[in-house]
């Protein structure tokens, strides 16, 4: 089935590349597409009215099928309303223009929004398009498979190119896994290990689909090196996996990594949380 992307703008205009960037992966995926205004109480100085208008003739177009909504609060509260986790949707959104005052109180919106929702999110700081170079980021305990077959459909879609990455922090831990890792950081692919079993398994997927995909390790400081690596490949999509995907303690001691390259780096960024397959 393919998923509805839900579109949200609360007329800030850092919000019209998630419009541009939702409505061609619309077009490409031959989805749905909904678009939905939220009028906050600072209406008058980000118009609601004026990005629809404009986005509107974007749709028609493109020649989308589309459906325009309203609502009121704020961008946040109206997203997790919407983010049924029965739903086949695909939730998008930019930056809303927050003052940073807020930001420091309330943290930014693409965190509290990851926290809230279950369902595949789409955040877009910037247009990139087409899409002709995709960036998947493998994690170490099978979190990103989600994420990662997603991105791999939008790639498919895009006869796009694939980089599975994963990047191999400063281990000191002394245990037989992370002993193997750590001496074998170079080709990890090839040791008998979960992470190198996942960029395996990962490479398979995206061949057997029929896209060019390549392996890629860096070594160091995690954030940082996905960061490098997208401004090295100048990629148009980035797929991560989210830290929530952990029903445990340990998503509130491990460090969001998603959110942390979301808010430095200026590429779309589709994330998703692990769904085990039902049995």
Known sequence: MKPQLMIFTNGFEGTWPAIEYGAWIAKTMASRLALVGVVEGNDDEHPVEEIFS?????????????????????????????????????????????????????????????????????????????IKRVLICMGGLGYTVTAEHLGLRVAQMNSATVTLMTVIPPINLDYPEARKIRENWKNVENTDTLTGRNLREGLESAQKVGLEARIKVRHGNVVEQILAEVKDGNYDLICMGSQYSARSLRQHYTPNVTADVAEIGQCPILTARYLKPQE
């Open 54 to 130: 404009r986005a509107v003739t974007l749709f028609q177009e493109y020649g989308l099928d589309y459906s325009l909504e309203l609502d009121n609060g704020s961008a946040e509260a109206a997203i997790s309303r919407r983010a049924n986790p029965e739903s086949e949707r695909m939730l998008v959104f930019g930056p809303f223009g927050r003052p940073q005052i807020r930001r420091m109180v309330l943290g930014n919106s693409f965190r509290q929004i990851m926290a809230d929702v279950t369902i595949p999110i789409l955040f877009v700081p910037a247009v990139r398009m087409p």
